[in-house]
């Protein structure tokens, strides 16, 4: 079945640490995206890309990094930097153009601890 | 930057009932799209509007869009116990080539059996 993965479902950091959030597709997918949920919000985007080896910031990119190595892969790097990391962080992929849906991965909850 | 805003943002009907809900946004869009969230999990698509289109139907779901007030509604027919769920307009106004979606707060709804 083609879909899209986050791993894992539940990440815990403590103060100080980098953590990495996995998003992996197997949709042939140009595009991914990744974005914060906070409760009672709505998505904000972080960063995105649409095509291997190039990405961009999204509205909230400060504190957060990605790379796009692979068409399948789209990792998100949480840095000490961001201040309220807690959240739930979703990673999408659409086709490159628009007129096309996102396909959402299952999500991650990072909590600081 | 918040570009739809969904209203009401919070919605209880009765198992049967129809439910509406909308979404205003500010800018001209290329298309509004509508996804479901259940609780703690990815957002699904559910249904994609482009802009010279003023309503399209899916099953149970009836979308409108009026580019003259900026508005789009989302009317689901007959609800169930399983539509209760967080819906969420997302408009495209990347002009094609850069293909982002903004995403609104969200309308709660639950659907009493």
């Known amino acids: 079945d083609g879909g899209i993965t986050q791993s894992p479902k539940y990440l815990f950091r403590k103060e100080g640490q980098n953590v990495t959030l996995s998003c992996e597709q197997n949709l042939n997918h140009d595009a991914m995206y990744w974005y914060r949920q906070d409760p009672g919000q709505g998505l904000r985007l972080i960063y995105y890309?649409?095509?291997?080896?190039?990405?961009q910031k999204g509205d909230i990119a400060e504190g957060y990094s990605v790379s796009r190595e692979k068409k399948e892969s789209f990792p998100l790097t949480v840095t000490s930097a961001q201040k309220n990391p807690t959240a739930f962080y979703l990673c999408a992929s659409s086709a490159k153009q628009g007129n096309y849906g996102y396909t959402f991965g299952s999500g991650t909850r990072l909590t600081v601890v | 930057s918040q570009q739809g805003e969904e209203d009401p943002q919070a919605l209880s009907i009765q198992e049967g009932e129809n439910a509406t809900m909308n979404c205003s946004y500010k800018t001209s869009i290329n298309n509004l799209q509508w996804y479901r969230q259940n609780s703690g999990r990815g957002l699904v698509h559910l249904i994609l509007i482009r802009s010279n289109e003023r309503e399209k139907h899916s099953g149970r779901l009836r979308v409108t869009l009026d580019t003259s007030k900026k508005s789009s509604s989302l009317l689901i027919t007959a609800s169930r116990a399983a539509d209760t769920a967080s819906y969420f307009c997302?408009?495209?106004?990347?002009?094609?080539?850069?293909?982002?979606?903004?995403f609104g707060k969200g309308t709660l709804l639950t659907v009493n059996p």
């Open positions: 997302a408009t495209d106004s990347s002009g094609g080539s850069n293909y982002k979606l903004t």
């Open positions: 890309s649409q095509i291997v080896n190039d990405f």
